[in-house]
């Protein structure tokens, strides 16, 4: 089992940038393909962004396309969230999840992953 500790959140204005980060267990990170997910109280969890293994390919939902950017590196075994122009709307609990695979592609589904973290809070102010 792979751990993931995120770290990075905090209490910030509408309009601010935030670095999410994600440490990864294990030696063969460049295996793992990765993805963001995110919980508001009293919602669902959403997919938020995912990243393939080799950093070739990401995906974004809707929401936070043009705003999120997924990144990967494989020498730090870290994946990070950059969220610019905050939104209220963004405010969650946010979680890393990843899973080993031999293929170049992204997943979106939750059910996809296998391994998650505890997640860390982003909270915007309006």
């Known amino acids: 089992q792979v751990q993931l500790v995120e770290s990075g959140g905090g209490l910030v204005q509408a309009g601010d940038s935030l670095r999410l980060s994600c440490i990864a267990s294990g030696r063969a990170f460049s295996m793992y393909a990765m993805g963001w997910f995110r919980q508001a109280p009293g919602k669902e969890r959403e997919f938020v962004a995912a990243?393939?293994?080799?950093?070739?390919?990401?995906y974004y939902a809707d929401s936070v396309k043009g705003r999120f950017t997924i990144s990967k590196d494989n020498a730090k075994n870290t994946v990070y969230l950059q969220m610019t122009s905050l939104k209220p709307e963004d405010t969650a609990v946010y979680y890393c999840?990843?899973?080993?695979?031999?293929?170049?592609?992204?997943?979106?589904?939750?059910?996809?992953?296998?391994?998650w973290g505890q997640g860390t809070q982003v909270t915007v102010s309006s």
């Open positions: 990243i393939s293994r080799s950093s070739d390919s990401t």
């Open positions: 999840a990843t899973r080993i695979t031999p293929l170049s592609r992204v997943y979106r589904a939750s059910g996809d992953y296998n391994s």
